[in-house]
């Protein structure tokens, strides 16, 4: 949709890329900055994370640390991007505002400085 000959278009601010396997996903991931999401088997995110500018190894780094922290999760997808951080936190504010809680396996909303979301339709 574009908005007055602007040519700017709606984004969705979910994270919609495929789910894949954590096997699948071994060969792909690289040491990119980005943000990830890991399911159990019936594809509901049990946590969200991201790897940032400290990370070793990027995304392929993190994810295998959550993974092996987390034996339940079976899947995972991902998003390379330089705003990690922020990119995170709206991720955890999307899943807040469906769900009304955080992914089970991330940290307590304590721990976390989130804003509210009212995504649009």
């Known amino acids: 949709m574009s908005i007055g000959g602007w040519g700017l278009s709606f984004v969705s601010v979910r994270l919609s890329k495929k789910w894949l396997s954590i096997d699948e996903a071994r060969g792909l991931l690289r040491g990119n900055l980005g943000v990830f ?3 159990d088997a019936q594809q509901s995110t049990r946590y969200i994370g991201y790897a940032g500018g400290k ?17 339940a999760v079976t899947f995972v997808r ?3 991007t330089t705003s990690y951080l ?5 991720l955890l504010m999307l899943h807040h505002y469906d769900y009304g809680e955080l992914p089970p396996d991330n940290p ?3 721990a976390i400085t989130l804003g509210k979301l009212r995504p649009a339709g």
């Open 108 to 110: 307590p909303p304590a």
């Open 86 to 90: 922020s990119r995170y936190k709206e």
């Open 78 to 80: 991902w998003e390379v």
């Open 37 to 39: 999401a890991l399911a």
């Open 55 to 71: 990370s070793l190894f990027g995304l392929k780094g993190e994810v295998a640390a959550a993974v092996q922290a987390l034996p």
